[in-house]
C-alpha cells in the first residue's frame, strides 16, 4: 500500500480531483471542450477542468490525460504545452519522437516517449495528434505494471480519440460488391499506395469474393534493397495470426468429440496448472484463447526463455504465473496461455507424442493439409528459406530497416501463439478460413 501511495503522489497532479469522481460503471463516450470525442473505459474515473480530461485507473497510479492544447508550432511543442497544463512542475525529457502516418481523422500523429529512470517503473509517453491548426495531446503517465495490465484500456482511449466532426467509415447495411476486375486492381492500387505512405517494403495479400480467392500476389520487396518482389509464394512469418489457427485446431477436435469448450482444462490435460489453485479450476478450454483470466501478458518470460526449451516449458511457465486481476474482469493478452491451447490440442490428438511434435503433426493432419497450405510451416530453416520476407523495423532515426530474425526463435518453444511461417491463402471455400494473411514487413511483436 506504501508503494502504490508513493507512486500515486509522485505521478499524479490534477488526478487527485480525478480520483474522487465516480468511476464509470461502462465504456463511456464523451467529447472534450473542443469537441473530441473520446470513450472513458469502465471502472476508470474521471474529471474535466478546461482544456484538460484525466482518466484514472482504478489502482490510482496510472493516468490517461487528454489536453486540448489549441496551436502550436510542431508536435514537441503540443506536448510542452500539454504537460503544462497536466503537470507543470514535470520535466521530463524527449527519449524518441515517431511520426505516424495519418488516421482516424488526424492530419498528423506523432509519438513521444520520454526519459525514465528504473527505479521509477514507470511508463511516460504522449501523443501528439493535429487536426488542421489545432492540436490534442494523449498523455500516458504512471505505473509501468498497471499500464502493462490496462494496457486495453488504455488502447481503447487512444483508439477512440478523433477530431471533432470526424465520423469512421461504417459499411453496415451497404451492400457487397463483387470483386470485378477493376475493383480488384483498385484495392491492389490502394494496398501499393498505402505500403508506400507507411514506409512499408512488401505487402502479400488475397483477396476473397464469396469464398473464392480471386487475385493473391503482393506489392513491393522481401527486403529493403531487394530487388526480388513479394509475390503469391512468399513465406511471412505471421505472428500473433497463429492464434486463429491453433483455436482452429481445437474447432476441429470439437467436432471429433475429443473436446468441448466448456470442460475444465485440468480435466483433459492434468499437467495443466496456473499459479492460482482457483483460476486453475474455474479454466474451461475456450477460456485458454479468451484473454480473460486474470493472467498476466508476461512476454519477457519466454522471450528471454532458452531457444532449445522443450514445449513442455509452456505449461512450467503458466504455473508460476499468478493472476493480477479477477476472473473476467480484465481483458489480458497472455501468449503462454494461447500456446497452452495448441498444446491441447497436440496431447488429444496424438497422446503418445511428445506435446510440441505432436501439435505440429496435428496442425499438419487437421488444419494445414486440409486446407492446401503446402508452403506453412513451423520450421525457421524451412520459412526463412528460399521467397521469404525478412523483418523490418525503425532505427532511432525513425527509419526503416532490414532486422535479423534472430529475435522471433526466442518464443519457437511457444510457437501455437505466433511461430508460423506461410503464404498467402491457396484453398477453394472453407467457412473457418475464408480470410488473407497480410504483413507490414515489420518486427513480430508476439
Known amino acids: 500500500m506504501m508503494k502504490s501511495a508513493l507512486l500515486a503522489f509522485a505521478f499524479l497532479s490534477f488526478a487527485t480531483a480525478a480520483s474522487a469522481q465516480e468511476a464509470a460503471t461502462a465504456d463511456t463516450p464523451g467529447a472534450t471542450s473542443a469537441g473530441s470525442s473520446y470513450v472513458q473505459p469502465k471502472d476508470w474515473s474521471g474529471a474535466t477542468e478546461g482544456p484538460l480530461t484525466v482518466f484514472t485507473a ?30 507543470p512542475e514535470a520535466n521530463r525529457e524527449v527519449r524518441l519522437a515517431t511520426p505516424a502516418a495519418p488516421a482516424n481523422g488526424w492530419d498528423e500523429r506523432v509519438n513521444l516517449s520520454y526519459e525514465t529512470s528504473p527505479a521509477e517503473q514507470a511508463t511516460v509517453s504522449a501523443l501528439s495528434l493535429r487536426k488542421g491548426d489545432a492540436w490534442t495531446v494523449l498523455i500516458v503517465n504512471g505505473s509501468q505494471a498497471t499500464a502493462n495490465k490496462r494496457s ?6 487512444r483508439e477512440a480519440l478523433q477530431p471533432a466532426g470526424y465520423e469512421r467509415e461504417n459499411f453496415a447495411g451497404k451492400e457487397a460488391h463483387r470483386l470485378t476486375p477493376e475493383r480488384v ?29 480471386v487475385w493473391q500476389g503482393g506489392v513491393g520487396v522481401r527486403a529493403l534493397g531487394s530487388d526480388k518482389p513479394v509475390d503469391a509464394k512468399t513465406k511471412f512469418m505471421v505472428a ?47 477460456h485458454l484463447v479468451c484473454a480473460c483470466t486474470g493472467l498476466p501478458r508476461k512476454d519477457w518470460a519466454f522471450i528471454l526463455a532458452d531457444q532449445g526449451a522443450p514445449a513442455a516449458d509452456t505449461f512450467r511457465q503458466l504455473a508460476e504465473t499468478q493472476p493480477t486481476s479477477d476472473f473476467g474482469e480484465l481483458f489480458q493478452y497472455n501468449n503462454p496461455m494461447a500456446a497452452a491451447a495448441g498444446y491441447l490440442g497436440g496431447a488429444l490428438a496424438y497422446p503418445d507424442m511428445e506435446i510440441g511434435a505432436a501439435y505440429d503433426k496435428a ?21 526463412m528459406r528460399g521467397n521469404w520476407a525478412k523483418p523490418h523495423g525503425l532505427d532511432v532515426d525513425g527509419r526503416t ?10 518464443p519457437y518453444p511457444y510457437r501455437p501463439a505466433g511461430g508460423a511461417f506461410l503464404t498467402k491463402p491457396r484453398w477453394r471455400s472453407h467457412s473457418l478460413c475464408n480470410h488473407g494473411i497480410g504483413s507490414e514487413g515489420r518486427p513480430i511483436r508476439l
Open 185 to 213: 486492381q483498385a484495392l491492389r492500387d490502394f494496398v501499393a499506395e498505402a505500403a508506400d505512405i507507411l514506409d512499408v517494403p512488401g505487402v502479400g495479400l488475397a483477396l476473397i469474393d464469396q469464398g473464392e480467392v
Open 58 to 87: 482504478p489502482e490510482g497510479d496510472l493516468d490517461i490525460a487528454i489536453v486540448e492544447v489549441g496551436a502550436a508550432n510542431d508536435a514537441g511543442e503540443a506536448a510542452a504545452k500539454a504537460w503544462s497544463l497536466y503537470d
Open 240 to 286: 500473433s495470426n497463429t492464434k486463429g489457427m491453433s483455436t482452429l485446431l481445437l474447432s476441429i477436435l470439437a467436432d471429433e468429440g475429443k473436446l468441448e469448450w466448456d470442460q475444465r482444462v485440468v480435466d483433459l490435460y492434468p499437467d495443466f496448472r496456473l499459479g492460482s489453485e482457483s483460476t486453475t479450476n474455474a479454466t474451461l478450454v475456450r
Open 363 to 383: 496442425m499438419e493432419d487437421r488444419v494445414f493439409g486440409p486446407l492446401g497450405m503446402k508452403d506453412t510451416t513451423f520450421d525457421f530453416d524451412e520459412g
Open 401 to 410: 530497416r532490414v532486422m535479423s530474425n534472430d529475435f522471433n526463435y526466442g
Open 152 to 157: 486495453a484500456a488504455v488502447s481503447l482511449v
